[in-house]
């Protein structure tokens, strides 16, 4: 009570918010008439002026009243679109790292105009994150045309693009892209040997459109790149055909949809065992003994496959025409969109491949990772816009400290949603839903209707062709004519099937959308007359049809199904009642949907049918609308404590992730890394004298045995360390002095033959190349720790914080590895003579590291060799009749052999 009252006299925090942010429009206002009055070059002079007063003192913030009313004026100029005093608001917002909650139809496009130059200005780059490529390629050139009026550039950063094309656009002042390639440029970046190969700048604003799909709904989803395992699709296939037969019987497995996990029963892990003996899958012993671990994730993957995953809901089969061959494709469930390229992890994907009867590719092996969370934790100042962001305020608060403010329209809403229909079947739901469609198409009310899968909206699809009503559909089916389907979407009487509108990028307008028919239908016809008559005639057809759309009530959104997030539904119901227009929505459930079979009571149809609800009839009372947003409530708080808890964990390996990729780039830089590769093998030295010769142990108890076999695997050095031990009044410090002079001598004797230039070469390329080794296989030891963790619970231990011990732990032995790795190839690198060249052509040669080399150092592996002309040590400089003394050219010189190249481009090739 205390609260409400509170709120009543001061305001919610958003009110205040709201206040504050009111009171600085005037000063943008202001400025209007004197950049009116400016020419077109006088008004693009502004950026230079600008930057002059960043570079002499001034901030950001004393800039913004100015800069916004300089692009509010250009984008008039060349867009003929002003931004609204609301549309200001939500540019502030931006700007000062909060999210902007805005209504669909109130242009946050446009609006991101106003931080995105604001912030370019301190010429450290911004990034603007949507969906997909299409709205990328779509905003880049829609608004590039205002930062190219005001002397800015805009890169895109879509698929299939080449390093140079994305190094070059990431140059840009303005960058557009999507999320995915964002993050995989950034993992790619730190897979490069070369630091001018890296194509991305240092991070500084972002602003991500649709951020609560980007940074809710896909945070629990990895980004990773990987390479090629153990090819075991042979074994997918005999599980399955286990499996397929074993989920017939309902009694052999336990399925809690709720939270997605199956297990099998004991009867069905009996029956499982005899079949996959049966099959020649299972070696001797159970089902769980630890020769058949290969089986059990398998047989695991494989039933979750066949149990909790479905064919045009979760995925589609797809022919892919590159290679023309049938693949899985992911539907994203809150976009409704393929996810072209990604993969269920962990053998999950070949699972499906094989229970559809696809080709089952490769499983991989992560190279490396990183979830949307810490990726765009990356950045010094995070920004976002979308239509719904304050149901999960909680969550962007605690896990990005960003604030959602909600941004009033510039017209009031007008929308009507009323209350839900509950059916008891859902037959009688789609009847019902039917004879909606054929009421508003009478009154010509166009439909939009809101279907929670593909299957779900083929079903409602076939209905509607057998009551012969015309229909468009927009799924991932047909996410090609998305544009045209969403074109014709307000038209009168229009019926439109879709699976989400999340993310679309597109309003639907009443009547049509005049821009987008003219350009889709008079495209391809040359500019005159003609097409300004159809155009102009295509214009005045979509201003009648507006007038009888909004006579008929505006758009009427028909919800077949209600979501697990109460976001999804919003975004439904947001399309309808754009910029004041009238419009309607209404949402139809049945007692079989997933959310009330899953999450509501499993007493209500017996309740509502003692209550007297009969065939056909249906509940609406504003009680049951509360009692679903609860169950909604609940579904968010879960799913919310579950990102947390993933966070919790990948928050351990992030941590270490930028270690690794913060001294990766260091090596990169660095003009040489000598010093660190001399730092590692005086450690590796350290710890192996350390290891065999206890502190304060008597000669006679030292390990030399061990010390002996260690100086030989790791140096290639047969050290007399017995005699050492001997030898009277050594110690420990004695003996590692004694292995170091031999080591360093090995190793300036090394140098000597190679030469300066290409020493700090090979130094440099095996440092990174054993770096990403050691990473690689560290990543997969936590990917197996972190699939056993959660059994320590059943011990009254915490796992996460097993998990930080012994992620910490292996971490520590990645160290150890890298530093004996490295410098064990560095010792045992040696040079090779090629075969000799033939009379008529110069010598050509090529420096290479053997990469599998750098992955195993085990005893009786044979060193990566480096291919170079055989060298000789000559007292004098180099002469061109001897191809030995050739080494010794400096590599900017020309090559002695006459080629007219540099020598590092010719025999000095690396």
Same mark, same amino acid.
């Given at each position: ?180 390639? =964002? ?18 700048? @240092? =991070? ?7 951020? @609560? ?36 019987? !309902? ?30 899958? %299972? ?68 699972? %499906? ?124 089916? =047909? ?237 290639? %050095? ?123 052509? !110069? ?14 150092? @085990? ?52």
């Amino acid at each position: 009570m205390f609260n409400r009252l509170a709120r009543a006299i001061l305001g919610t925090s958003n009110d205040r918010m709201l206040k504050a942010y009111r009171k600085r429009v005037p000063a943008i206002a202001g400025h209007e008439p004197a950049m009116k009055a400016l020419s077109d070059e006088a008004l693009a002079a502004k950026t230079v002026e600008f930057r002059d007063r960043l570079a002499t003192g001034a901030t950001l913030d004393d800039l913004l009243p100015e800069a916004f009313a300089v692009v509010r004026e250009a984008a008039v100029r060349v867009l003929g679109q002003r931004h609204f005093d609301v549309q200001m608001i939500g540019g502030m917002v931006l700007h000062e790292g909060r999210i902007a909650e805005m209504k669909t139809g109130e242009g946050k496009t446009l609006v991101a105009t106003l931080p995105a130059y604001l912030n370019a200005l301190s010429g450290k780059g911004v990034h603007v994150v949507t969906v997909n490529d299409y709205l990328a390629k779509r905003d880049a050139a829609w608004m590039g045309r205002v930062y190219g009026f005001l002397g800015l550039t805009t890169g895109v950063i879509v698929h299939g693009l080449t390093d140079d094309e994305r190094r070059a656009a990431y140059a840009a002042d303005i960058t557009y892209g999507t999320n995915n390639e =964002f993050g995989f440029d950034y993992l790619r970046d730190n897979m490069k040997y070369r630091f001018e190969d890296m194509v991305q700048r @240092d =991070f500084s604003f972002a602003i991500v459109d649709e951020v @609560d799909s980007i940074l809710i709904d896909e945070a629990r989803t990895p980004l990773i790149i990987s390479g090629p395992a153990d090819d075991s699709s042979e074994l997918y296939r005999q599980v399955d055909a286990v499996v397929r037969v074993l989920v017939e019987d !309902p009694e052999t497995y336990e399925k809690d949809e709720k939270m997605r996990t199956v297990s099998l029963t004991e009867a069905g892990t009996e029956r499982a065992e005899q079949m996959l003996r049966e099959a020649g899958v %299972l070696k001797d012993g159970n089902l769980y003994d630890i020769g058949n671990i290969a089986a059990v994730h398998h047989m695991n993957q494989s039933v979750r496959a066949h149990t909790l995953y479905r064919l045009d809901v979760d995925y589609v089969v797809r022919r892919d025409p590159r290679d023309n061959v049938q693949k899985i494709v992911i539907i994203d469930e809150f976009t409704g969109r393929m996810m072209e390229g990604r993969r269920y992890s962990d053998g999950l994907h070949q699972a %499906l491949e094989a229970k559809e009867g696809v080709p089952v590719q490769q499983e991989n092996q992560t190279l490396a990772s990183i979830t949307f969370q810490n990726y765009f934790r990356l950045y010094p100042k995070l920004s976002g816009m979308t239509g719904t962001a304050s149901t999960e305020a909680d969550e962007f608060a605690e896990i990005y400290k960003l604030e959602v403010v909600e941004i009033p329209t510039n017209v009031a809403v007008a929308r009507k949603d009323h209350d839900d229909e509950v059916y008891r079947s859902a037959r009688e739901k789609y009847e019902a839903v039917i004879h909606e469609i054929e009421e508003a198409r009478a009154r010509n009310q166009p439909v939009l209707m809101g279907t929670t899968s593909i299957e779900k909206s083929e079903q409602v699809a076939a209905l509607l062709r057998e009551r012969n009503i015309p229909h468009n559909v927009l799924n991932a089916r =047909f996410h090609e004519q998305e544009a045209t389907i969403i074109v014709q979407a307000g038209r009168p009487g229009a019926v439109t099937v879709a699976t989400n509108m999340a993310g679309r990028g597109t309003d639907i307008q009443l009547g049509g959308n005049a821009d987008m028919r003219i350009a889709l239908e008079l495209g391809g016809m040359e500019d005159g007359p003609e097409k300004e008559a159809r155009a102009q005639a295509i214009r005045d057809e979509v201003a009648a049809n507006r007038e009888i759309v909004k006579a008929a009530g505006g758009l009427y959104v028909i919800g077949t199904e209600r979501h697990e997030s109460r976001r999804i539904d919003n975004q439904l119901r947001g399309r309808s009642g754009r910029q004041g227009d009238p419009g309607a929505s209404k949402f139809f459930l049945s007692l079989e949907d997933d959310l009330m079979r899953i999450f509501g009571s499993d007493r209500m149809g017996g309740m509502l049918q003692k209550l007297g609800l009969k065939e056909g009839e249906a509940i609406v009372h504003a009680w049951i609308n509360k009692a679903l947003e609860k169950a909604q409530k609940k579904v968010e708080a879960r799913n919310f404590d579950t990102r947390k808890n993933l966070l919790k964990y990948d928050n351990v390996m992030n941590d270490q992730r930028r270690e690794v990729y913060a001294q990766r780039k260091e090596f990169m830089k660095a003009e040489d890394v000598a010093a660190t590769v001399a730092e590692m093998r005086e450690e590796v030295i350290s710890d192996l004298v350390g290891s065999a010769i206890p502190e304060n142990a008597m000669p006679e108890q030292w390990n030399t045995d061990t010390l002996h076999e260690e100086t030989l695997r790791l140096f290639g %050095l047969d050290l007399p360390v017995k005699d050492w031990a001997a030898e009277e009044g050594i110690d420990d410090e004695g003996v590692r002095e004694r292995i170091t002079r031999e080591v360093d001598g090995l190793m300036a004797k090394k140098a000597a033959d190679f030469g300066p230039d290409l020493m700090r070469y090979v130094e440099k390329s095996v440092l990174l190349q054993v770096l990403d080794q050691v990473w690689k296989e560290h990543l997969l030891a936590l990917d197996h720790l972190r699939q056993g963790i959660g059994l320590r619970a059943y011990g009254q231990r915490d796992p996460l914080n097993e998990y930080k011990t012994e992620a910490f732990t292996l971490f520590n032995r990645m160290l150890t590895e890298l530093r004996e790795r490295t410098t064990s190839l560095l010792a045992r690198v040696q040079l090779a003579p090629p075969a000799p060249p033939p009379e008529f052509a !110069p010598q050509m040669t090529e420096t290479r590291i053997d990469p599998a080399f750098a992955g195993g150092m @085990d005893g009786g592996t044979e060193a990566g060799v480096i291919e170079r002309p055989a060298l000789r040590r000559e007292a004098n400089g180099v002469d061109p009749a001897d191809p030995s003394t050739w080494h010794r050219t400096p590599r900017n010189a020309a090559c002695p052999c006459g080629s007219g190249k540099k020598y590092k481009h010719c025999h000095g090739k690396v």
